[in-house]
């Protein structure tokens, strides 16, 4: 590969899943450049990273001169601990990033790949197969888009993931457009599932908060998949090599019950807890994660399976600090 081929540029870098992200590019002989924010911790990356340039994300131009003599920009920009206070302040802080990586993308004629997430699959209403499928645009209201729709409504508690996965939605339309309109383009989506496993430097998935909300009754039972983030990295990488402009490419992992992972975890954490009467998804509808598609696509399999993983997962929390659950 020449040069410009071993570059790949992260944008947002310093999240969980771009310290595992980093490490796994490294290992395949790819030069990073990490994209962060003037304010953000970089620690957990300081190591793992090339570069390290700090900006303003939604600069069309910024983000261009940090990107140049890339092969992939991969945006991992997300604005999910806590969500914002509204759609309009999540659309804010995430879609301007992702224009200006679309737009850097095409200038370089490199793999854009926005990371979307389990949250655009919506779950009520629906039954059966969930895929890598494009859920239907909400339709317009006011010159805008509709204020609602119930991607996560039957669980009570996830009011502000409900704001995310509006905005993951119109990004994924923003997406699909962006490639119809620019037909050099080479933009497409990672669609991740719940990703568990060890992070970088002490960071920590979100699904290590989890078992602690369920237990305490904050958080109800759903179904969803769980994707060890170094598969998730494995389908960055393949992506990168083997990825089609407007492609779609869902990590579904391990479709399971939050109350399955709970258990699991729990047993893993070496918890004695009592789950009985927790609510507990019937899953009447049938629904399941299907990535069999990305699977065959990028010729990629899930070398993780969860009960297995999580006993190196909690050995990574012990050395921080951060073993969960406290109950």
């Not at 939605?169 to 997406?175: D, K, N, T």
């Amino acid at each position: 590969m020449s040069e410009k081929q071993k570059q790949v540029s992260v944008v947002g870098a310093a999240s969980y899943v771009g310290g595992p992200l980093l490490r796994a590019l490294k290992k395949y002989g790819y030069k990073t450049v990490a994209l962060v924010r003037p304010s953000t911790d970089t620690s957990s990356i300081t190591d793992v990273a090339d570069v390290i340039v700090r900006g303003d994300l939604s600069d069309f131009r910024f983000v261009e001169e940090a990107t140049a003599g890339s092969v992939a920009i991969l945006d991992l920009v997300n604005q999910l601990n806590p969500p914002c206070n509204s759609l309009a302040e999540q659309l804010e802080n995430d879609i301007p990033p992702l224009e200006a990586c679309l737009h850097a993308g095409l200038k370089h004629d490199a793999v854009v790949v926005f990371t979307s997430g389990n949250f655009s699959l919506p779950t009520k209403g629906r039954s059966g197969k969930l895929d890598e499928t494009l859920a239907a645009r909400p339709a317009p209201e006011q010159g805008g888009f509709s204020s609602g729709w119930s991607t996560f409504a039957h669980i009570e508690e996830m009011a502000g993931v409900l704001v995310l996965a509006e905005m993951k939605h119109r990004a994924e339309h923003l997406v699909h457009e962006f490639v119809q309109t620019h037909p050099k383009s080479r933009a497409c989506v990672v669609i991740p599932a719940a990703t568990y496993g060890p992070g970088l430097a002490g960071r920590v998935s979100f699904w290590d908060a989890v078992p602690d909300w369920y237990v305490a009754g904050y958080f109800k039972d759903f179904m969803t998949g769980f994707i060890h983030v170094e598969d998730l990295a494995r389908v960055y990488l393949s992506v990168i090599e083997r990825g089609v402009p407007g492609g779609r490419y869902l990590a579904a992992g391990q479709p399971l019950r939050v109350s399955d992972f709970v258990a699991v975890y729990l047993a893993a954490a070496g918890k004695s807890v009592d789950l009985a009467g927790k609510h507990v998804f019937a899953n009447t509808q049938g629904i399941v994660y299907d990535d069999s598609a990305t699977r065959r696509a990028l010729g990629v399999e899930w070398q993780h399976q969860l009960q297995d993983s999580l006993p190196t997962l909690m050995d990574y929390l012990r050395q921080h600090g951060k073993l969960a659950p406290k109950t």
